[in-house]
T-cell receptor, first 115, second 115 residues
Framework: AQTVTQSQPEMSVQEAETVTLSCTYD???????LFWYKQPPSRQMILVIR??????QNATENRFSVNFQKAAKSFSLKISDSQLGDAAMYFC????????????FGKGTRLHILP | GAVVSQHPSRVICKSGTSVKIECRSL??????MFWYRQFPKKSLMLMAT?????????EQGVEKDKFLINHASLTLSTLTVTSAHPEDSSFYIC???????????FGPGTRLTVL
């Protein structure tokens, strides 16, 4: 079975500090995308960052970066200089290429930002 | 980014009635749309994959006669919850995968409350 595991149901970080959210996944496929989505209280899903599995270089988007360890099937998200607006549910997810394009989500990590 | 709308944003209905939720891609053609269900403080659970002009593919455990999906055009998919019961109360989210756009875009969700 293809699964995504987020072992931290909740995390807190002080404003302006750095926090890392963990994610592991299990797949036998070699071509896939990995994602981190943010779901704020509005419940609109927002794509934070995307990583193509064939790329060794870790993706970065401003204050957000990932640590992609393909052999270990690990895909953590680092948020630098945390801001109050970063408070949300964060979902790790992946999609297998050239299959049915469906996204498999982890259970999520609720991130609290402490002022 | 591309925009996906859902209508209505929230609906309250009586037990036994049917409710239709629309998902529209506003500025791109969606070859595939997905329907998710999200319980409070839980992750997104994929219900079905909807391809334009063909029957939807339902995930295991999802009743196809209960949740009718129609993808009549490249910009519209509908989810009809038939004979709704209180246990069908949930947050329903659609996403659209664009032809030529290698990314999924999520709608804002529909909150269904069945009394």
């Amino acid at each position: 079975a293809q699964t995504v595991t987020q072992s931290q149901p909740e995390m807190s970080v002080q404003e302006a500090e750095t926090v890392t959210l963990s994610c592991t996944y299990d797949t036998s496929e070699s071509d896939y995308y990995l994602f981190w989505y943010k779901q704020p209280p509005s419940r609109q899903m927002i794509l934070v960052i995307r990583q193509e599995a064939y790329k060794q270089q870790n993706a970065t988007e401003n204050r957000f970066s990932v640590n992609f360890q393909k052999a270990a099937k690990s895909f953590s998200l680092k948020i630098s200089d945390s801001q109050l607006g970063d408070a949300a549910m964060y979902f790790c997810a992946y999609r297998i290429l050239n299959r049915d394009d469906k996204i498999i989500f982890g259970k999520g990590t609720r991130l609290h930002i402490l002022p | 980014g591309a925009v996906v709308s859902q209508h209505p944003s929230r609906v309250i209905c009586k037990s036994g009635t049917s409710v239709k939720i629309e998902c529209r891609s506003l500025d791109f053609q969606a070859t595939t749309m997905f329907w998710y269900r999200q319980f409070p403080k839980k992750s997104l659970m994929l219900m079905a994959t909807s391809n334009e002009g063909s029957k939807a593919t339902y995930e295991q455990g999802v009743e196809k006669d209960k949740f009718l999906i129609n993808h009549a055009s490249l910009t519209l998919s509908t989810l009809t919850v038939t004979s709704a019961h209180p246990e069908d109360s949930s947050f329903y989210i659609c996403s659209a995968f664009g032809a030529g756009i290698n990314e999924q875009f999520f709608g804002p969700g529909t909150r269904l409350t069945v009394l």
